[in-house]
């Protein structure tokens, strides 16, 4: 049985860890590494023992826990390189897969702020875009001024440059994360989001709390995340819209000839038919 000198208080983890059944590594990867973030500085021992178990456990936990994971650690200024390059190179983020956008919305709140946080760690920086025009953010805060949710969706997928389906479930997710990640990505201004936030989805408006954490949420998410959160997004959009190969005619005119041809054909068949049968009727009576 392992014993964890530095950290006896997860001998009983480690225990239930070793037992045939009871699969507790993401567990005992999330509070080792919350009591590992709680000091500011670590012996020798405790450095040693989180880097040698925490590398030992990253291979084996689902995606969303090398998320919080990663997320803890971006926020700390002595985190260990070694776990850091390993959730780097873990592919817990696949930039521009479906997978990352399903497990987004299917995240709760806390998982889907430590998805964000991660995504400054584990993925490349995206190519800077254009911000779009003022007149675009205009008509997305008077649609939801309106409580007209169909038409803030058809702004945002002209103004993220997404599909259909993906905007509108933006727009009607009842949390309202996504709407502070495409807000950020935007540019859109903080006051702006709150207004947005207020009245396009009264369930979400109704809640003073509910709001106030969508903002403090909006100032906490670096542009670079939502940016990257963006590229993912389009990424899924152009794979979805990828036509299907098909047979084109060469020239515009070219089934048309083939039709003109064939038909021609047709005529003369017929043509040279009945000319020939009176011919062989006229020799055959002689």
């Known amino acids: 049985m392992m014993k964890l000198p530095a950290y006896p208080h997860l001998d009983g983890l480690v225990d239930l860890a ?11 990867l999330r509070v080792l590494t919350d009591l590992y973030v709680q000091k ?11 880097v ?3 590398l030992g456990l990253i291979d084996s936990v689902d995606a969303p826990t090398r998320a919080a994971v990663a997320a803890s650690l971006a926020n700390y200024s002595a985190a260990p390189a070694a776990i850091l390059h390993k959730l780097g190179h873990a592919e817990t983020l696949p930039l521009g897969t479906g997978d990352l956008i399903e497990q987004f919305f299917a995240a709760n709140a806390d998982e889907r702020r430590a998805i964000l946080a991660n995504l400054d760690v584990l993925t ?21 001024l309106q409580h007209n949710a169909g038409e ?19 727009t009607r997710d009842p949390s309202g994360e996504p709407i502070v990640v495409a807000a950020k990505a935007l540019g859109m201004p903080a006051a702006v989001v709150q207004r947005v936030l207020l009245f396009l989805d009264p369930a979400i408006g109704q809640s003073v709390e509910r709001v106030h954490d969508l903002a403090r949420l909006f100032d906490n ?14 990424n899924a959009a152009q794979s979805q819209s990828q036509p299907k190969r098909t ?7 070219d089934e048309r000839r083939s039709a003109r ?18 011919s062989r009727g006229r020799n055959s009576g002689r």
């Open 221 to 234: 998410v670096t542009p670079e995340a939502a940016a990257r959160m963006l590229a993912i997004w389009r």
């Open 261 to 278: 041809s064939l038909a021609t054909s047709t005529v003369r068949r017929r043509v040279t038919r009945s000319n020939d049968q009176p």
């Open 152 to 170: 803030f969706s058809r702004v945002l997928e002209r103004a993220l440059g997404v599909s259909a389906a993906l905007a509108e479930r933006i």
């Open 18 to 28: 070793c037992r045939d059944g009871v699969d507790i590594r993401p567990t005992l």
């Open 124 to 144: 490349a920086p995206p190519r800077p875009s254009a911000p779009p025009a003022g007149e675009m953010i205009r008509r997305l805060e008077n649609a939801a």
């Open 52 to 54: 040698e178990l925490a």
């Open 40 to 50: 500011p500085t670590h012996s020798a021992a405790e450095e040693t023992q989180y």
């Open 247 to 253: 047979y084109e005619p060469v020239h515009w005119d």
